[in-house]
């Protein structure tokens, strides 16, 4: 590991980075590129990518009394932002902050003259990953409210609408004249219920913005393991695509660093972030399946069309593998999982039929003496 970071450190100085090599020709192109690929592969930028990923926002915003802090709770698995039984009025944005998640409460009326650059509300909502809006269904969508969301389109961060309280809406009839108005699918949701949010909210909070599956997968105790395949499954796409080009060993930095960032994202995931550069315990994760599928994969590619197929396929199934064990690995409180000793069962004593023992009488035949006469001369 220290030699290879020494020749990665070399080589940098050499090569320029892509942002300061003078790509005015093929080999200031070809320079600038070698140059991001060897930054890409540095330890530390690896894990300052993962730890940016760590640090993503959502904010849930919406009218007092919508949910918020109840689907904050519900993630959470306790009370962490008392819910009010009755809607509360106020006349300006209230902001409270939970690290990963904020809440932000608006007032009753139009945006206008509300949201200023500058204001801590403003920095929550320009900064974040993702906004939610969570609407009333039992209040529906009112003028205001579509001001908001209208306002809050314009500051181009990643916008979700959804509609709690689903089972006090009137109808489908409904639903589907607030998809019309706003120009967007809600999805529905039961803030109370955390198989709802586990089904209908978490996916589409990735799939709208898929660097929260790292952080969403560290705070939600009960969706951790579904964030963990989510990243491996993802990894293991990217890596049999990558895997299906045809020069040998040109994939080999490629297939390295999306396994090292595999490794490192899932152990953001449980907790247990690696940050120390020569940890012993990464690279046993790392060398125990790649020496001999490398060359193994490197190898098929010799055969045309089919060996690209399967080095592929190789590819994806080394990355998973990793992924699996690394997951274990965490899961365990970066202890290597160990085979459970099989304890052997009690054999049962054989059956034995124990036949009775027949003495048989002995036959012995007498035969009769034969007196042999001398006959007299």
Same mark, same amino acid.
């Given at each position: 590991?220290?030699? $290879? ?12 980075? @892509?942002?300061? !090599? ?52 519900? *993630? ?38 509300? $949201? ?20 009333? @269904? ?39 004249? *607030? ?11 039961? !803030? ?12 589409? $909070? ?9 952080? *969403? ?25 990558? @895997? ?8 080999l930095p490629l297939q ?23 940890s012993g315990e990464l ?7 790649? !020496? ?23 590819? !994806? ?33 054989? $059956? ?26």
């Amino acid at each position: 590991m220290q030699w $290879l970071q020494g020749w990665l450190d070399r080589s940098r100085e050499q090569i320029p980075n @892509g942002s300061d !090599a003078d790509v005015s020709g093929p080999a200031g192109s070809a320079a600038g590129g070698l140059g991001s690929i060897l930054n890409a592969l540095d330890w530390d930028h690896v894990r300052e990518e993962v730890d940016r990923e760590s640090r993503s926002r959502v904010v849930f915003i919406g009218a007092s009394g919508a949910g918020k802090s109840t689907l904050l709770n519900t *993630l959470k698995g306790s009370t962490v932002s008392p819910a009010s039984a009755t809607p509360e009025i106020q006349e300006e944005l209230r902001v409270e902050d939970f690290g990963l998640f904020a809440i932000v409460d608006v007032p009753a009326h139009s945006p206008n003259g509300q $949201l200023h650059e500058g204001e801590t509300a403003w920095f929550v909502l320009t900064s974040a990953d993702l906004i939610v809006w969570v609407l009333d @269904g039992a209040a529906g969508l009112r003028a205001w409210e579509h001001e908001w969301i209208c306002r809050l389109r314009a500051l181009g961060r990643p916008l979700l609408i959804v509609l709690n309280k689903i089972d006090q809406v009137a109808d489908q009839a409904s639903v589907a004249e *607030l998809n019309r108005t706003l120009a967007c699918t809600l999805f529905p949701i039961e !803030a109370r219920d955390f198989q709802s949010i586990n089904a209908g909210l978490l996916p589409h $909070l990735v799939e709208a913005s898929p660097n929260l599956a790292t952080p *969403l997968g560290r705070e939600v105790l009960g969706w951790r393991r579904t964030a963990a395949q989510r990243v491996i499954n993802r990894s293991m796409l990217v890596s049999g695509l990558v @895997g299906t080009e045809p020069a040998p060993l040109l994939d080999l930095p490629l297939q390295v660093l999306i396994q090292l960032r595999l490794v490192l994202r899932l152990g953001a995931i449980y907790g247990e972030p690696v940050n120390d550069r020569y940890s012993g315990e990464l690279l046993v994760t790392m060398a125990s399946s790649v !020496a001999l599928r490398y060359v193994s994969q490197q190898l098929v590619k010799l055969i045309p069309f089919v060996g690209w197929v399967v080095s592929g396929a190789l590819a !994806a199934g080394g990355t998973w593998a990793i992924g699996e064990l690394a997951q274990k690995y965490f899961e365990n409180g970066r202890q290597i999982p160990r085979p459970a000793v099989r304890v052997p069962r009690p054999r049962r004593p054989a $059956l034995r039929i124990r036949w009775p023992q027949v003495k048989w009488p002995a036959l012995r035949m007498r035969w009769p003496r034969v007196k042999w006469w001398r006959r007299e001369r």
